[in-house]
């Protein structure tokens, strides 16, 4: 491999190592050419001696040549102040020759003064041109900040986009539109003149808008929603109208604004300075989005992951008028996504594809990126050419359930009550219908707080969730606090998070979904959630404070009925739960074949069930 050039970068050093070589050579040269400064009288005994040679006389000075004692080749420099007025009399008398001007001095005053001069001005602007590359400049301030790909730059196409067949397939009349813009001219119909692609972080918003740009072969302006906002009143306004007069030079393009909501939050919050000048970048954006024609053809493009909290005035019709919902990917999505990006690693021949996609409901096309780039570098990690199936269901326990721990040292109590409460999860799960399959259980600490975790992999998409689902996944999730009591007679903190995600599912049940009796089909739910974002602050409903009560008693109710449930089956299964939980006491992780067999074997004999 060729060595590594080093890169040299300018220094603050050497502008001041220039300056004192400067300096030196000032010195050096005024050395040289310094005349030595002698009384009037000292010059007439010179003159009398015979030791000047040639002179320069003007009305105030008199310069130059003596000679050295012992070197009559040698001169040296000389000026005196003129006394004598009638001093042409006198010189006559001697060898000397004079004139009436001084030598010249442009030599001396070159390098003197003219060179330093010219030095510390080609210091100044390689510094101007430096901040101007990097920071743009005083006088760049109000110039846009937009990285431009031209057509041959962007190498991005859809075949690089997998998983968001719709979307694609919405834009698909942008393309044509920017490569035949006179088809649509002649029918007398016009392209959107902005288009709002929505969806969750990660989702790939931004690589479908570079796909766009590759698939039409045109400039591609890409910047974010936040370098239009400065500290500077009017720097917002004055680079978004820089924007567009540089985007209609290099019609037709695609103009990208990543993170939207940066720039176009709803107006009329606040009244502080930075408030004011984001609600002027906005003004100014809306008025440019009015006043370009659509048939320049340029498009506008922008990307968020908040449509709830954007100005109403950017959504209307003539601006932001199409919305482009990029989603998470189904499960033949998520297949396609990582088919891409195996492209870029070396893989076992007979990898079940399908089955990773199973694996990993929800995520999105970086979360699968990174869960190939995870697979990857395990695979290094145990020195092997190829990574198996074996690294990418690793690679997915580490982003569900984070990093194992080996070395937490858990005593053997704890560990003992890990391993029941997570074969109690397990069996509660195998035991009812409707549940996810469970696929692997471990009792290796993981992430910050996690001991040990129950993996269920979900066979395919649900869209729709029946009541009885909901109570069995209730019951899943209260297993394992259900088998601490029977086989301790005592309960544990471990349980925390079960319960916090058995009482979110009950208490949507009882307020949003209309699956209580006593309260019927009402919905008692505050605002609705934003789009995207997770789940919020519960809002309060509108309803009484005996309505809340009533509330409160059903999802008390719903716990406690699914909890007495999961206790009859691990009653009914105590045998199963014992030898469960000694196997993975002894193995640390058991998958999901094994604990289905483990059901289907023969009852163990009454030793083996008192011992457990």
Not at 54 to 72: L, Y
Not at 262 to 275: D, I, N, P, S, T
């Amino acid at each position: 491999m060729a060595p590594m050039q080093k890169q040299h970068k300018f220094s603050l050093w050497y502008v001041l190592l220039g300056i004192w070589v400067v300096v030196l050579a000032q010195n050096f040269i005024s050395s040289m050419y310094a005349a030595q400064v002698i009384p009037y009288s000292q010059f007439l005994n010179l003159l009398k001696a015979g030791k000047v040679t040639e002179i320069a006389i003007t009305a105030n000075q008199i310069q130059g040549k003596m000679k050295v004692d012992g070197t009559p080749s040698d001169y040296k420099l000389f000026k005196t102040v003129r006394v004598d007025p009638d001093l042409s009399k006198m010189l006559e008398q001697y060898p000397v020759t004079f004139k009436g001007e001084i030598e010249s001095t442009f030599l001396r005053d070159l390098f003197s003064w003219i060179f330093p001069l010219l030095l510390f001005f080609g210091v100044w602007y390689f510094l101007m041109k430096r901040m101007g590359g990097q920071q743009a400049g005083f006088m760049t301030l109000g110039k846009n900040k937009a990285k431009i790909y031209m057509e041959n730059e962007l190498n991005v196409t859809f075949a690089d986009v997998a998983g968001v067949d719709e979307a694609k397939q919405e834009l698909v009349e942008v393309i044509e539109f920017l490569k035949t813009p006179g088809k649509f001219a002649e029918i007398g119909g016009r392209i959107p003149r902005g288009i709002l692609l929505v969806g969750p972080p990660g989702s790939g918003k931004t690589l479908l808008a570079k796909a766009v740009a590759g698939e039409s072969g045109v400039p591609f302006f890409s910047l974010s929603g936040s370098e239009f906002v400065e500290m500077f009143v009017g720097l917002g306004a004055a680079r978004v109208r820089d924007l567009f007069v540089q985007a209609k030079e290099k019609a037709p393009c695609i103009i990208f604004i990543d993170e939207l909501d940066a720039l176009g939050k709803a107006r009329g919050f606040g009244a502080m300075g930075g408030h004011d000048e984001r609600e002027q970048t906005l003004n100014q954006l809306l008025v440019e989005m009015d006043g370009f024609d659509p048939k320049v053809g340029v498009i506008l493009m922008a990307a968020t992951n908040r449509p709830e909290i954007l100005d109403p005035a950017l959504l209307r019709p003539g601006r932001f008028d199409r919305h482009v919902l990029v989603d998470r990917p189904d499960k033949q999505g998520r297949e396609q996504i990582l088919r891409v990006h195996m492209k870029k690693i070396k893989t076992v021949p007979d990898l079940d594809v399908e089955r990773l996609a199973n694996m990993t409901p929800g995520m999105v096309g970086a979360d699968l990126a990174n869960l190939v780039n995870e697979a990857a570098l395990l695979a290094v990690r145990r020195d092997k050419v190829e990574v198996g199936m074996a690294e990418f269901e690793e690679a997915v326990e580490r982003i569900v359930a984070g990093l194992e721990k080996k070395n937490r040292l858990i005593n053997r109590n704890e560990r003992e009550t890990v391993a029941y409460h997570e074969m109690g999860h397990a069996l509660v799960a195998l035991s009812l219908p409707g549940t996810d399959p469970v696929q692997k259980i471990s009792i290796i600490p993981r992430g910050i707080a996690a001991l040990g975790y129950t993996m269920q992999v979900p066979t395919e998409d649900r869209f729709l969730m029946r009541k009885t689902e909901l109570e069995n996944k209730i019951a899943s999730l209260l297993g394992g606090r259900a088998a601490e009591e029977i086989v301790f007679g005592d309960i544990s903190t471990g349980a925390h998070n079960d319960l916090a995600r058995a009482t979110d599912i009950a208490r949507s049940m009882i307020r949003e979904y209309g699956m209580s009796e006593k309260l019927g089909q009402v919905y008692l739910a505050g605002e609705k959630k934003p789009l995207f974002l997770g789940v919020p602050p519960q809002e309060a409903g509108n309803y009484s404070e005996a309505t809340a009560e009533i509330i409160d008693g059903e999802i008390r109710e719903t716990i406690r009925r699914e909890y007495e449930r999961a206790l009859m089956i691990l009653r009914e299964k105590r045998e199963i739960l014992s030898r469960g939980a000694r196997l993975l006491l002894e193995r640390e992780k058991i998958d999901g074949e094994e604990i289905r067999a483990l059901m289907e074997s023969p009852a163990a004999s009454p030793a083996t069930a008192a011992t457990g």
